[in-house]
């Protein structure tokens, strides 16, 4: 019988249905399978933002599988032919290794598939064929034909990076490491194994909306457990180092803003650590790791916050934005924030920053007694009701500001003294 073509892969007008032939005697390695993580949004995140949620190019996976004029999805056949002319592995072979794997993907999805199981087989196999050779083709530039309408559009690969980070637009990393297992066994035995979560990791470590910029730490990206992409980008963000603070219950969210905690003589440095968690408070300075807003920023925090609630317990990033948003009370404070490195902005202004950490805030939940910035915004209340921090930096700030306001200062001092003196000595002389 007739083996399965690429031809039929394509052919979405038509159910496939592929000939009774299985791959036979060749070993294949199956991941075990994977817990459910890719959900629907929420409704009480996704409503008024379903642009940052929903695909714009390119759409991966099942959830939106129906929509078929994305910029981006025309590409899939022709990466699927470099796929396969790179792995030497047939069409057939692809289709019914992924299809030995449907039950195992379904249950990563939070949903009933109504896809039915050869229909599945193929939006999976394709979609995932095509961020591989994303994948492939950012790493290595040889890969790129000079045809390619993805790559020869900077702008095109830019925007679908943020389509790729979007929650219900994933594809899960187990068949994509069975995959690339496949593409990458085939090659030489001196040729560099390549894998996901490298691969993964060179895609996104440019600064990306957000995001400060990724450490270049391969080890730890090579031992990361990602379930999808993510995940992989709230890995890379997660606390690098146990909180300096003790943990504390923390009853409201009523935090002094940057420019009262400024006015109380606290300062604000660019902080040193590798993750945006890496928060430290001493000895009256704050100091908090770069923060990088680009274009996408609220695409990447959304997704980031809704993958949170759906999965986990311990909602990092959530209480990040809860901590940003506490300080920042105004536009001057993000102006603040700016003039001392912390916040990195480009096509942004501060009033634009300020309406996007607003309208995030509105997307996350205060728990009180899982709230991670419990215990420093309980130091930094504290710092701020204690008078002398307010009477210190208003003399600095109103007397000692510059040079000659401290002569002043001392020359008043010193008049005021010899006044007394001479007021005494008028007394003891009478």
């Known amino acids: ?7 039929d892969l394509f052919d979405f007008k038509n159910p496939l249905v592929p000939p009774e032939n299985p791959i036979g005697d060749k070993i294949v390695y199956f991941h075990p399978v994977s817990d459910c993580s890719i959900y629907r949004v929420p409704k009480s995140i996704r409503d008024g933002y379903e642009k940052a949620f929903s695909p714009r190019f390119v759409s991966l996976g099942p959830f939106h599988h129906h929509i078929k004029d994305l910029l981006a999805s025309g590409h899939k056949e022709s990466y699927f032919d470099d796929f396969v002319r790179e792995s030497k592995l047939s069409a057939q072979h692809l289709f019914e290794f992924v299809k030995g794997r449907e039950e195992a993907i379904r249950e990563c999805y939070a949903e009933t598939i109504e896809l039915k199981g050869n229909d599945f087989a193929r939006c999976v196999l394709v979609d995932a064929v095509f961020v591989i050779e994303i994948l492939l083709k950012n790493r290595d ?9 993805i790559f020869k559009k900077p702008w095109l690969i830019n925007d679908m990076k943020y389509d790729i980070l979007k929650m219900e637009n994933q594809i899960p990393f187990t068949i994509l490491e069975d995959l690339l297992a496949l593409h990458q066994s085939t090659k030489e035995s001196d040729v560099e194994r390549l894998s996901l979560g490298v691969l993964t990791h060179e895609f996104f470590k440019l600064q990306l909306g957000g995001i400060t910029e990724i450490a270049d730490d391969i080890a730890k990206v090579s031992s990361m457990k990602s379930r999808n992409f993510v995940d992989a980008l ?11 603070w003790p943990k504390k219950d923390l009853k409201s969210l009523a935090t002094p803003s940057v420019m009262e905690l400024s006015q109380a003589g606290a300062k604000f440095h660019v902080g040193s650590g590798k993750s945006i968690f890496d928060i430290r408070f001493s000895n009256g300075t704050l100091e908090i790791p770069k923060l990088t807003i680009y274009y996408g920023a609220d695409v990447l925090f959304r997704n980031l916050i809704g993958f949170e609630k759906c999965n986990f317990r311990e909602n990092y990033i959530n209480d990040y934005i809860i901590f940003i948003g506490l300080l920042v009370h105004s536009p001057e404070d993000v102006d603040m924030l700016v003039e001392e490195g912390i916040i990195r902005i480009s096509t942004w202004d501060s009033k634009e920053v300020f309406g996007l ?10 728990v009180p007694e899982d709230f991670y910035f419990s215990g420093l915004c309980a130091e930094l209340n504290e710092y701020y009701r204690i008078p002398w921090h307010r009477w210190k930096a208003t003399l600095k700030r109103d007397y000692f500001n510059s040079p000659w306001s401290i002569i002043s200062v001392i020359a008043a001092v010193v008049l005021l003294l010899l006044t007394l003196v001479q007021t005494v000595f008028s007394v003891i002389s009478k």
């Open 234 to 244: 709230r890995n890379y963000n997660l606390p690098s180092v146990a909180p300096s």
């Open 1 to 7: 019988m007739e083996g399965l073509r690429k031809e």
């Open 357 to 366: 950490i607003k309208s995030l805030a509105k997307g996350t939940r205060f």
């Open 141 to 149: 530039c040889s890969l790129v034909s000079e045809n390619d309408r």
